[in-house]
């Protein structure tokens, strides 16, 4: 690791969303004279996933500080194990597994989540199915605290995940988390994972920051850009300083 390099927020989609869902974290990020690497996540399952990033992330020079948003948060946590470059890691409305725990096995932990209604699928060609949100049932569903506008352009370019992912555990002796600090910025409108399961996930984690956004839905570092930026600061600043 080049220790002289400025350390790099390295952004990680979830389901039924893309890249562009950080566009505006990015833009503060830059402006705070931060390097941002933004991960085109495949969402097949979480050991592709997580392995792709690990090959990424490889590629890297410099501290790293992995955030994840939603089904991000499960690559996260798998992806930097045994990675020393990562310093820290950043939850926005993630899912922050235990080994052995699904992204399915969180969200339905606690009452409150109406993902599952919503969907819809579309077979593969091994047995699985792609899912996406139904449309019309997106914007109240996942992006509740954005403009009618924005959400009709999420819902249409929404990037599928599979069904076996969603209940595919977690591997590995251990995740990230349980080594490296960890902080977790999410709403308490959030449909797709309960505000219960960030709470427990946060507290189980020992995490460093914790903002819950009253209002707030699933993609919390959307509508709250500015937060979110300053959640990721504290933890690149906090690897900066060593």
């Known amino acids: 690791m080049n220790s002289s390099a400025k350390p ?5 989609h979830g389901a039924y969303a893309d890249s562009s869902s950080f566009d505006d974290v990015i833009v503060g990020l830059q402006a ?4 941002a690497f933004a991960i085109a996540n495949p969402l097949r399952s979480v050991a592709a996933d997580s392995d792709y990033t690990k090959r990424v992330l490889a590629k890297l ?5 992995l955030v994840g948003h939603s089904w991000g948060g499960m690559v996260i946590s798998q992806a930097a194990v045994g990675n020393p470059n990562v310093t820290a890691l950043v939850y926005l409305a993630g899912f922050a597994p235990e080994s052995g725990e699904s992204a399915a096995d969180l969200s339905g932990r606690f009452p409150g989540s109406s993902l599952a209604e919503t969907l819809v699928a579309h077979p593969l060609a091994d047995g699985s199915n792609d899912t996406y949100i139904a449309p019309e049932k997106y914007h109240q569903q996942f992006a509740g605290d954005l403009s009618e506008e924005k959400a ?14 969603l209940g595919e555990p977690a591997s590995g002796d251990t995740q990230a988390w349980t080594n490296l600090p960890s902080y977790f910025l999410f709403g308490d409108q959030d449909r797709n994972i309960p505000v219960a399961a960030h709470r427990f996930m946060a507290e189980r984690a020992g995490a460093k920051r914790v903002e819950e956004v009253a209002g707030a839905s699933h993609v919390v570092g959307m509508s709250h850009p500015d937060l979110a930026v300053s959640v990721i600061v504290d933890a690149l600043e906090a690897g900066d300083r060593g």
């Open 8 to 12: 790099i927020a390295v952004l990680v």
């Open 32 to 35: 705070r004279g931060y390097r």
């Open 61 to 65: 020079d410099g501290p790293l500080v």
């Open 152 to 165: 009709a352009v999420m819902a249409v370019t929404q990037r599928p995940i599979t069904d076996r992912a």
